[in-house]
């Protein structure tokens, strides 16, 4: 019984880690809604910005920070989660931690010309259709082609 319960310990813990996320978004001129994606700094894949919860700061400020860092746009989070999506961050130890990301439409009011991620991603304003096709994770393809803004 001793191992068996040494293997389990052993295993990877599976319990998912929470993450907060920012969906930028603007509404054009004529009234369409645009959706901001920004590159993964390693793959370069096309993601939302999102990061670990911070001490002393609520879920949708927190989204915005990571926004205002990883994106360099600033603008109000909505009080209530848009929805969830989930995915496998592989970590420095090289183990997977499977992740649980609760996403916030950011209405962004101000778009910056220097931010402090700036060297390390790119960005792309899209429709909210187009971004559902370039993200990997299908839980956040579904939340992005059905956003209205």
């Known amino acids: 019984m001793g191992k068996k319960i040494d293997r389990i310990r052993a295993e990877p813990d599976r319990e998912p880690r929470t993450q907060y996320a920012a969906l930028p978004w603007r509404k054009r001129a004529d009234?369409?809604?645009?959706?901001?994606?920004?590159?993964?700094?390693e793959s370069r894949r096309w993601v939302i910005p999102k990061g670990w919860p911070m001490r002393d700061k609520e879920p949708g400020p927190c989204a915005a920070q990571e926004a205002f860092e990883e994106a360099g746009v600033v603008g109000p989070t909505r009080r209530k989660a848009?929805?969830?999506?989930?995915?496998d961050k592989r970590?420095?130890?090289?183990?997977?931690?499977?992740?649980?990301?609760?996403?916030?439409a950011l209405e962004v009011r101000e778009e910056r010309d220097i931010w402090p991620e700036m060297t390390e991603r790119d960005r792309n304003w899209t429709?909210?259709?187009?971004?559902?096709?370039?993200?990997?994770?299908?839980?956040?393809?579904t939340l992005l082609g059905k956003f209205k803004g």
């Open 127 to 141: 429709t909210p259709a187009e971004a559902s096709t370039l993200v990997d994770e299908p839980e956040l393809k």
């Open 82 to 87: 848009l929805g969830q999506y989930h995915y």
């Open 31 to 41: 009234g369409a809604v645009e959706i901001l994606l920004i590159t993964s700094r």
């Open 91 to 104: 970590l420095r130890s090289g183990r997977l931690q499977h992740v649980r990301v609760q996403v916030y």
